[in-house]
């Protein structure tokens, strides 16, 4: 596992994760602790919001200025009662692991959740937070610049999807079927979606190799392409 953290422009924090598809570990991230006892009680009034909405419509919102923020997002198909326990599960960690620091991130295949005293709607790279998972297994024949070329056609796809900012797709590649997902929170304008995903794309070459499947998951996009199925 590599780990590692770096300043940017407006002090916000980077942090980058490369992990192996099947390692164990539960993909979240818990950042600055904090010494604010009432901390753990927000982000519980914040995270019970979000959990209890989401499922109904594909995200939701908790807005609290000068408080805590938090975002949750189901992914693709993923509604109802599957995106309702994904949601729970990914509180239940936030709730183990990061109830005294002031922002955590957990990404999951069926959902995504997101809580931070600071306020990040509206701007992809507020905290900049991202998560690189590339696959143990090398892709059978060269795929790279296919999967270049498809990122950036379902890449296209979401940011014209309209509200749902989602798209997928299958493609024939040499006797392999490619499937691309991309999909931004439902916060971000068109254009901050466009910007967020090129930003993940940038990143395939260098993180993701000629890897059969690569999932790229930042604070307020995904990104992931497979030559196996992955249910959408």
Not at 145 to 165: C, E, F, I, P, R
Not at 199 to 207: K, T
Request: net charge neutral.
């Amino acid at each position: 596992m590599l780990i590692g953290k770096m300043t940017v422009l407006r002090r916000f924090i980077v942090l980058l994760v490369i992990l192996p598809l099947a390692s164990s570990l539960p993909p979240h991230t818990c950042i600055t602790p904090s010494t604010d006892t009432n901390l753990p009680s927000s982000i519980n009034v914040a995270l019970d919001s979000v959990v209890k909405k989401a499922p109904g419509t594909g995200f939701a919102e908790f807005r609290n200025p000068g408080g805590v923020n938090a975002f949750g997002r189901c992914t693709g198909a993923h509604v109802g009662l599957s995106c309702a326990d994904c949601l729970a599960n990914a509180a239940a960690i936030f709730r183990g692991n990061c109830g005294n620091y002031e922002t955590g991130v957990v990404w999951y295949n069926s959902c995504f959740l997101r809580y931070s005293t600071e306020d990040f709607f509206g701007s992809w790279d507020a905290q900049p937070i991202y998560l690189i998972l590339p696959s143990t297994q090398d892709a059978q024949i060269p795929i790279q610049d296919a999967v270049l070329q498809l990122a950036q056609t379902v890449s296209n796809m979401a940011v014209q999807s309209g509200a749902k900012l989602f798209a997928a797709m299958d493609q024939a590649f040499n006797g392999l079927n490619i499937r691309t997902m991309a999909q931004c929170t439902q916060d971000l304008s068109t254009s901050q979606c466009q910007e967020c995903l090129g930003w993940l794309r940038d990143n395939i070459a260098s993180n993701c190799g000629n890897k059969d499947g690569c999932r790229l998951f930042h604070a307020s996009c995904i990104l992931r392409y497979s030559t196996g199925m992955f249910f959408i």
